[in-house]
């Protein structure tokens, strides 16, 4: 059964760092992997995706240049690096996986969630 295991977020201030870390399970093949993010009243939203294989990685305009989205060497654990962080950034951060090895750019794509890690950016 594939999984999906959240960790890191929390509380910063503005301008401040914060990992997330999502390490996949049950997975046999190739995939993507995005990161998304739900503030109160808005829709979820894509950050970030990255395939497996290494084909593809991609940074929403509102966060390039601040977020990292990277790979561990055995591409069963993804990490999303967040510097210069800002008030805007606050949400419920949520991995998701596309079980295709292209980051398909919906978020209706994605099949399988974790359980969301809050991060709450403070001015």
């Known amino acids: 059964q594939p999984q999906l295991k959240e960790s890191g977020g929390g509380s910063v201030q503005s301008g401040g760092s914060l990992r997330l870390s999502c390490t996949t399970s049950g997975f046999t093949k190739d995939y993507a992997i995005g990161w998304f993010r739900q503030a109160p009243g808005n829709e979820r939203e894509e950050v970030s995706c990255?395939?497996?294989?290494?084909?593809?990685?991609n940074l929403a305009p509102s966060v390039k240049g601040r977020f990292t989205i990277s790979t561990d060497t055995t591409k069963t654990t993804v990490y999303l690096q967040m510097n210069s962080l800002q008030p805007e950034d606050t949400g419920v951060y949520y991995c998701g996986v596309f079980g295709q090895n292209y980051c398909p750019g919906r978020v209706l794509y994605f099949d399988y969630w974790g359980q969301g890690k809050q991060v709450t950016v403070s001015s």
């Open positions: 990255i395939t497996t294989s290494g084909t593809t990685s």
